[in-house]
């Protein structure tokens, strides 16, 4: 199963995640980087794969392509929500996976031919649709993308742990690439999302508190 690190860019600095509250989210120096610069963090931790949320482009509110790109070029793989609000808005780029998120892609999932589709969850439903995640999976049948994100924001930092038989009915429910991000707490987790028939799991702050060896990360795979 492919281990993946999770970054979220804010103000050109990577910051921690914790529940989707993004206005409060602050600089991540205290975990396994002592330095928030992008290119600095992935330097320090050393992973094959990463998986990067520009909040402020998903917010609207600035754009980090060009440290996309960079830091693109410093990683085996990397995964970026850019907040796609269109086709037009993809990057084509080397080993690099497009992520589009449900929280800014429009109704229209059918203009979407490549890709990973992140189902963006907050408070167990949705968003922006607030349908149920098993049923909204069972749903995509008809469409183009590389893959899915089962992105639990509601988790996000908060090491919480995870729901067996949501994942199993997740698994159950989509034929494709499956990964899954949000409230990984240990490597009891990885195990169960691999026994669950995840294709990869996306963490953070279990990687941070040394719940999760950074060699794991470094490797890039759960074994």
Request: proline content about 4%; aromatic content about 8%; some cysteine.
């Amino acid at each position: 199963m492919e281990l993946v690190l999770a970054m979220d860019f804010k103000d050109g600095l990577v910051v921690h995640g914790r529940r989707g509250d993004r206005v409060n989210y602050l600089p991540l120096t205290w975990g396994a980087s002592p330095v928030a610069d992008p290119e600095g963090f992935i330097r320090h931790i050393k992973p094959h794969s990463i998986y990067i949320a520009d909040l402020d482009r998903i917010t609207g509110s600035g754009s980090h392509n060009d440290v996309i790109t960079r830091c693109n070029g410093l990683v085996s793989h990397c995964y970026a929500d850019r907040g796609c609000r269109g086709p037009e808005d993809l990057l084509s780029l080397d080993h690099f996976e497009n992520v589009i998120g449900t929280e800014t892609a429009g109704d229209d999932l059918g203009r979407y031919k490549s890709g990973y589709l992140s189902i963006d969850v907050k408070d167990g439903k949705v968003i922006p649709s607030r349908r149920n995640p098993v049923e909204y999976i069972r749903s995509l049948t008809e469409f183009s993308f590389d893959g899915c994100i089962l992105l639990d924001i509601s988790g996000v930092g908060t090491s919480k742990g995870l729901d067996r038989d949501l994942l199993v009915r997740l698994r159950e429910s989509f034929g494709g690439k499956l990964l899954w991000g949000g409230g990984v707490a240990s490597a009891d987790d990885l195990g169960l999302l691999e026994n669950s028939g995840f294709d990869g799991a996306i963490i953070a702050t279990a990687l941070h508190k040394n719940k999760i060896p950074i060699e794991m990360i470094r490797r890039g795979i759960f074994c």
